[in-house]
């Protein structure tokens, strides 16, 4: 093993450099614009809206809370069936929607400084709803954006973008959370990619307590290879990038 390296990385999980940034430095105390908290597409994609939140009840099986967290598990065997659109609204809803009514637009999920750092990507195996393909969520319209419907070997590919991870292919949709840093480092400087680690964490988590209500499987996975999963979802690799993915899907068998 590296010690070096490991020291570094502690260092990087330790919370000491927020006392060593000079905050008069920041973006913010500088008064540069505060970057948006959506990305700000090209006009001309096909959108998608989802199903309104007042019309998501049924799609939950209205668990308690316990039974939720009690269920909750990783599951990666999945029969290879579609979502519903509005299951596939559910999850979004709650892995990266706004609370109802919107205020201060504070979401579902905590995020340090509410910066919302992570654009949720849903790779769209196949559906009765919208044509498979890649889409970008869009928070404040709770939409998806069509960003390609290449349909070719669109399994295949989410495996190769895991790493031969299967059940990134055989999911209903894959999800892919990508991180816009600048949002967070506007006010916390080099602080700021520790918290986007956790905020994306709250994002999955939201995912997989809303999958298991509505009795589907999920499988995070923070294994991915960088360049492959970036270019499937279409980012640049600098200032946005993937940091974590989940596959959601129809449980085939218990593991
Ligand atoms: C940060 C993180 C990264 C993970 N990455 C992967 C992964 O790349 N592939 C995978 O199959 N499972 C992955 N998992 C799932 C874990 O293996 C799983 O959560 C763990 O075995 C505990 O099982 P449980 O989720 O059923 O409680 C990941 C989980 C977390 C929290």
């Not at 927020?18 to 700000?40: H, I, L, M, S, Y």
């Not at 065997?77 to 109802?100: C, E, H, N, P, V």
Request: charged share 25%.
């Amino acid at each position: 093993m590296d010690k070096e390296k490991i020291l570094a990385g502690r260092e990087f999980m330790k919370d000491y450099a927020r006392a060593k940034v000079d905050w008069e430095q920041t973006d913010q105390a500088k008064g540069v614009e505060v970057p948006p908290t959506e990305v700000r597409m090209p006009k001309g994609l096909t959108r998608y809206f989802l199903e309104p939140f007042e019309e998501l009840g049924d799609v939950f099986e209205n668990m308690d809370i316990r039974r939720v967290i009690e269920e909750r598990r990783t599951r990666r065997k999945y029969t290879g069936d579609k979502l519903s659109f509005g299951q596939l609204s559910g999850l979004l809803w709650a892995s990266a929607g706004y609370r109802q009514p919107v205020k201060k637009k504070l979401r579902h999920v905590p995020s340090a400084g509410n910066r919302q750092p992570i654009e949720v990507y849903a790779i769209v195996m196949d559906s009765d709803d919208i044509p498979p393909g890649v889409y970008r969520y869009v928070p404040s319209q709770h939409a998806l954006d069509l960003i390609s419907d290449n349909a070719d070997g669109l399994r295949d590919r989410a495996i190769a973008a895991t790493r031969g991870q299967v059940w990134a292919g055989t999911a209903g949709v894959t999800f892919a959370f990508a991180a816009v840093p600048y949002r967070t480092e506007w006010r916390y400087d080099y602080t700021a990619h520790r918290v986007i680690l956790m905020d994306v964490g709250h994002m999955c988590q939201n995912l997989y307590l809303a999958a298991t209500s509505m009795g589907l499987g999920a499988c995070a996975m923070a294994a991915y290879d960088q360049d492959l999963a970036d270019h499937l979802i279409g980012v640049d690799g600098e200032e946005q990038f993937t940091v974590y993915m989940c596959s959601v899907g129809v449980i085939a068998e218990e593991e």
